[in-house]
């Protein structure tokens, strides 16, 4: 396999790793890292290279984004990740992707950058859909669900893909999602589950949810209890043996692993100005500090990138280090300036 190939299935695999993977993907990423000495190196280069936020891009990353960036202009596409090679990659960083564009003559890409027609902010939200009882269940890209209301069950079936259900209470009618011959029983809670190829995994956000393996999945009427699990923990059962392996999990694994819930906002070459109206507008409906230009010379500096819109302090911090604006917390404000 070319080194460039090898380098973009590393990149992929860093994307999908952030956004939280199923268990058969890990299996699949474990095959792939000790197929070839060479792949297991090539991710672990990029993934320093992901950790590391305050670093500036790498030799030519700036053209190689800002090609990337005008397809996307012309193209209005909403996607959800940026992809273009290795040095896009190493900055799709914490759900969200960066362009460091300098104004002035330092370099041809900051030239390129100034050329670039600003865009207006592109809001993406995950694809959700409100069950009859009102439960809101979020949808990964590529899942599917199928939903069967009973007056004595809600039951869902999980298609594909990965979904998180926020569960409206009713102790009446239990909340049942199916996904490969599991059923996870539910009253009023949170928790998402995503289906495999060989195994089902269920994370629970809130409350308490019962796994169990029907033994009857034509008629679901009786089931074998495979065990509770409690908000802050997840279970893999895997679907031929219906073995469950049930653990806790770390807030900051839960966080990365439902990444893909969070709201982002789209920039492509969008005055600083305009990008900060979008993030303040999304932390006057979360109570969180508001953004403010100190210095007016600051508005016309253009960003691009796609960014998680509860990651105020991450936008922040590349600022400081991409654009060498410093940033002062005031109260409810964060007050930007150029760095003296």
């Given at each position: ?9 590393a ?13 058969s ?82 370099t ?9 027609p ?13 069950l ?46 199916s996904?490969?011959?599991?059923r ?43 065990g ?43 005055p ?48 400081h ?20």
């Amino acid at each position: 396999m070319k080194t460039a190939d090898v380098t973009d299935l590393a990149a992929e695999w860093i994307t999908r790793c952030d956004a939280g993977l199923s268990p058969s993907d890990r299996a699949r990423l474990e095959a792939w890292l000790g197929a070839d000495p060479g792949h297991r190196a090539t991710f672990e280069q990029l993934s320093a290279g992901w950790k590391k936020l305050d670093r500036p891009f790498e030799a030519g990353a700036a053209d190689e984004l800002l090609e990337e960036l005008s397809v996307r202009a012309k193209r209005r596409k909403r996607r959800r990740t940026v992809r273009a090679g290795s040095a896009l990659v190493l900055l799709v960083i914490a759900g969200f992707a960066w362009n460091f564009s300098r104004q002035g003559p330092e370099t041809d890409a900051a030239t390129a950058v100034a050329s670039l027609p600003p865009s207006a902010p592109v809001m993406i939200l995950p694809a959700h859909e409100t069950l009859p009882d009102g439960t809101v269940v979020e949808l990964k890209e590529g899942a599917r669900i199928l939903a069967d209301f009973t007056p004595a069950e809600r039951r869902v079936t999980l298609v594909a893909g990965e979904a998180h259900f926020q569960v409206t209470k009713d102790p009446a009618r239990p909340f049942l999602v199916s996904a490969g011959g599991i059923r996870f029983r539910a009253v009023g809670t949170a928790f998402s589950v995503d289906l495999g190829a060989t195994s089902v995994e269920m994370l629970v956000t809130e409350g308490r949810v019962a796994v169990e393996k029907p033994a009857d999945n034509a008629a679901n009427t009786t089931a074998e209890s495979l065990g509770t699990v409690d908000a802050g923990s997840r279970v893999v059962v895997k679907i031929a043996v219906g073995a469950a392996d049930i653990e806790p999990v770390a807030p900051a694994e839960v966080d990365s692993r439902l990444a893909w819930r969070a709201p982002r906002v789209e920039f492509t070459g969008t005055p600083l100005v305009e990008a900060i109206a979008a993030l303040n507008h999304h932390a006057l409906t979360r109570g969180t500090p508001r953004i403010v230009l100190g210095d007016p010379s600051l508005a016309p500096t253009r960003v691009s990138g796609l960014f998680r819109l509860d990651n105020t302090d991450a936008f922040v911090h590349l600022l400081h280090n991409g654009f060498a604006i410093e940033a002062e917390s005031r109260g409810s404000e964060i007050v930007l300036y150029k760095a003296r």
